[in-house]
């Protein structure tokens, strides 16, 4: 495995040292059989106001019933937070990102970063000092290990990816869950409207695509924009009905015509850079332009952080408002 995918794990002493202190501290307890002591008053105080969640993996995890300082391991967690009113202390890069994804850009200003995709930064998640972690879709044991040691920790992803099943579980973590439930509905009602508004072209074929320098490649089943798409009933051309771990491997110029549909969108991670600067020559070409759907001018092009990433709450809602003013004129 290239050293540019291993996680961020690598300690200083003192944060080795204070994650070291926290093991030995949980894991040995007190020693003192008198509980008549303030501190033990205190702990028992301190306790009643934990509650306990199951996460996405389905192990228990004891968390403060309204903790004030999260950190976010991934773009849905930081997604969910937000969307819930309560801003992390910490937040690791989105992919094609220096911070957060450019859609959550002003809402997170001011956010630490304290890892990447590739993983956290131990060292800066001990300096955010969380009540608790949101570990997204991590299953590296080691890591977890070193993060449960520094506050809770839920993994709020499971294998399916969903958005919503991850915004009320962060709702239970966050003590938030009525709101989480009022969220889900208002999204529901906005999907609806939609729908209604769209008429005879919520039946239409819709391609979503990603560009980056190794090429083109759409998004599949089994990923956030997929499950969008599916609660407006769209379908969608050739591989991207396909199960998938996310997107397609990238497709060549000639092989083009597989992005096509009734309607596209396509974009780049990133607004700016290379990605961004290619995707401006790829328009120019002609197998681009023999798209039916360039041909028609149904072509939007897209934030890729919010429909081609991980996704969340709000990419889901801002998704909708894409699509009504591509579709809905």
Not at 2 to 15: E, F, K
Not at 25 to 34: R, T, V, W
Not at 155 to 170: F, P
Not at 268 to 278: E, I
């Amino acid at each position: 495995m290239s050293s540019n995918h291993l996680p961020r794990t690598r300690l200083t002493a003192v944060a080795a040292l204070a994650i070291a202190s926290a093991l030995t501290l949980s894991a040995c307890g007190s020693d003192s059989s008198d509980d008549s002591g303030s501190g033990s008053g205190e702990k028992a105080k301190n306790a009643a106001k934990d509650v306990t969640v199951t996460d996405a993996t389905g192990a228990e995890v004891k968390v403060p019933a309204n903790p004030e300082k999260v950190v976010a391991l991934s773009e849905m967690d930081l997604d969910s937070s937000l969307a819930l009113d309560v801003k992390p202390v910490g937040l690791s890069a989105g992919r094609g990102q220096k911070g957060a994804p450019e859609y959550l850009a002003d809402p997170a200003k001011g956010i630490p970063v304290v890892g990447a995709v590739t993983g956290p930064d131990i060292e800066k998640v001990l300096q955010a000092k969380p009540d608790v972690i949101l570990a997204g879709q991590l299953a590296d044991q080691q890591v977890l290990k070193q993060l449960k040691a520094i506050a809770p920790t839920v993994v709020t992803i499971d294998k399916t990816k969903d958005w919503k099943k991850s915004l009320e579980l962060t709702g239970k973590v966050l003590g938030k869950s009525n709101e989480a439930t009022a969220f889900l509905k208002d999204y529901d009602t906005k999907a609806a409207a939609l729908k209604k508004k769209l008429g005879d072209k919520a039946g239409s074929s819709v391609s979503v695509a990603r560009y980056s320098a190794k090429g083109t490649a759409v998004m599949q089943q089994g990923v956030f924009i997929s499950d969008v798409l599916k609660d407006l009933d769209f379908k969608r051309p050739g591989i991207q009905n396909d199960k998938g771990q996310g997107h397609s491997t990238p497709l060549s110029d000639e092989d083009l015509k597989q992005i096509d549909a009734d309607w596209l969108f396509i974009g780049t991670l990133a607004a700016k850079g290379p990605d961004a600067d290619l995707f401006k020559e790829l328009k120019g070409k002609a197998a681009y332009k023999e798209l039916d759907a360039v041909k028609k001018g149904h072509v939007t092009e897209i934030d890729g952080s919010k429909w081609t990433s991980l996704g969340g709450a709000q990419a889901a809602v801002s998704v909708l408002g894409d699509i009504e003013k591509a579709m809905a004129k």
